[in-house]
């Protein structure tokens, strides 16, 4: 099962790393969030969803357990 941001991630076919490089934090910080140990601040929501193209909303990274996908 895979967090809304993490699927956004893998079907856009990036790393961890050059994610969090765009969007000015460090693949540590994104690793956490991806695995609910850390919630997105606001601001960084909103740079996680235009990052994205706005393919997954603000709602879906500030409350992530709402919109768990399966995963393979």
Known sequence: MHPPIKAARLKCGQTLTQVAK???TDAGNLSRIEN???RASPDMA????????????????LYPER????GA
Request: charged share 20%; hydrophobic share 40%; no cysteine.
């Open 67 to 70: 919109f768990v996908t399966s």
């Open 46 to 61: 909103e740079k996680l969803a235009r990052h994205f193209g706005y393919a997954i909303t603000e709602i879906q990274i």
């Open 36 to 38: 609910g140990k850390q």
């Open 22 to 24: 765009a969007i000015g």
